[in-house]
Structure formats: C-alpha cells, structure tokens
C-alpha cells in the first residue's frame, strides 16, 4: 500500500553558519531592513516575513546536542557558501538596486528569467550568496 505525503507549508527556517554573528546581523538589519528577534551565543533568529524565519548560527557552535526543556535539538554544522533567496515584488525592484547601491553592497549578477522574473544575487560578509526574486522566477512562483 502507497501512502500519499502529507501536505507541505512553505519554508519555514533558512540556516546560515557565519563567523561573526554581531556583524552577520548588522549586515542583514542594515541593507534588508530584518530586525533580530532572538540572539544568544550561538544563534541570531532574524524574522523575514510572515512565517519565516532566517536562522544565523555561529559556525561551529552548534556541532553539539542542545538540551532545552522541551526536548533535544540535535547537533549540525555547514560550511562553504550557502544560497537562498527573498522573494520580492516586481515593482520593488528597482528599489532594492538603489538601497545596494546606497549600501555599498555589489550585486554580483541581475539575471531575467525565461517565465519573466528578474533575481539580484549578491554576497554576505560572510560569502552565502543571497538572491531577491520577483514572481515568474518558477512555475509555482
């Protein structure tokens, strides 16, 4: 007998490893407007939306099991460049290319897609490369 999966929801955590937590935030706040909700040692929780969720851990920190008191949270690491991207309205577009420009952030490459969305790529400090995404980028998007 075959089982149907469940239903999914959207993302809700994007986890990024970083060097520095104090500066990885700043960047995030300074040039996308995402204030943290929850920092500690090893952990910055940024709100980017309704429901989502951009997790900072400082590399390293977090190889070990975390005892908390609803349960265990198990132990994970990642290195080398991640990506992920922000969706964005088209109309904000052009926008978000003044505010890099303002910030003094490069956009690392602009690429219009055959469906019609446009994506910004750029880099964090610490090299994850970030993409803004308007609609017709995927069939469901």
Known sequence: MTFLAPKLGPLLETAL?????????????????????????????????????????????TREVVDTPGGLIPGHDGAGGSHFAFAIATEDLSAWERRFVERHVPIES????????????????????????????????
């Open 17 to 61: 490893y970083v060097e520095d937590l104090s500066r990885a935030a700043r960047f995030y706040e300074e040039v996308l407007g995402l204030a943290p909700f929850h920092c500690d040692e090893r952990m910055v929780a940024i709100g980017c939306g309704p429901g989502s969720v951009l997790l900072l851990f400082l590399r390293g920190a």
């Open 110 to 141: 602009r690429v219009v897609w055959p469906r019609g969305g446009t994506s910004l790529y750029f880099r964090d400090p610490d090299a994850n490369l970030v993409e803004l995404a308007t609609p017709g980028l995927w069939p469901n998007y």
